[in-house]
């Protein structure tokens, strides 16, 4: 007797692989929606930590700023004084007052968390992830700005006022001391690079004003 061939019903077959296939796909566009949201709302954490230290460096800059035009007026006071051979009283206070250097301050946790984590690489529009980028480049050019200030400072002027004036008790010291060619050198220096430093911090504000802007 001839055994029956077992019949295999192949449209059922197919079907069952049909759903396993739609089943996996469905998984796998679902895991990877779960996946791109996550990526979203990690990258708007992050520029919304950015706009948020924009507007602290902005703060700091406006502050830094204040006070840099405050000495800027200073060495005006003392140049006039000095071209008309009196007040040494003042300019000597001045000089003094003139040892708070100032600078600006900036956060950059957020940018260093930003590109530090890899996240930077979920920001898909270019011109977003140009703009942060070119941002902290400008920071930077600030800085610098600072620094060539700050070693003026340190190598010029700060020695000659500590070696040639009293900071004990701030007395006026003899004409010499103020008159002489050095010490004008010295401040006209200081104030150059201090002009130079402000209009830095003027430039960079209107940066992130523009930054800012382009994030509403």
Not at 183 to 212: G, H, M, P, V, W
Request: glycine letters at 4%.
């Amino acid at each position: 007797m001839k055994k029956r061939k077992a019949h295999i019903n192949w449209l059922n077959h197919g079907l069952e692989f049909l759903v396993v296939i739609i089943g996996i796909l469905i998984a796998f566009q679902l895991n990877q929606c779960s996946t791109e949201n996550e990526q979203n709302k990690t990258v708007d954490i992050h520029l919304k930590q950015i706009i948020d230290e924009a507007k602290f460096n902005k703060a700091s800059l406006k502050s830094a700023l204040t006070h840099g035009e405050l000495n800027i007026a200073k060495f005006d006071t003392i140049f006039s004084l000095l071209n008309d051979d009196k007040g040494y009283e003042k300019i000597n206070r001045l000089s003094i007052e003139l040892l708070n250097l100032g600078g600006v301050y900036f956060r950059k946790n957020s940018f260093q968390t930003l590109t530090e984590s890899g996240d930077i690489r979920f920001i898909k529009e270019f011109n977003v992830k140009k703009r942060i980028v070119n941002l902290y480049e400008y920071y930077k050019w600030v800085e610098s700005f600072d620094e060539i200030s700050r070693s003026l400072y340190m190598q010029d002027y700060y020695p000659y006022v500590k070696n040639n004036f009293d900071l004990t008790t701030a007395q006026k010291q003899d004409k010499e001391i103020y008159q002489n060619k050095l010490f004008k050198n010295i401040l006209a220096s200081y104030k150059r690079t201090s002009e130079n430093r402000i209009q830095k911090y003027r430039d960079c504000i209107k940066e992130i004003d523009k930054y800012l802007k382009n994030t509403k």
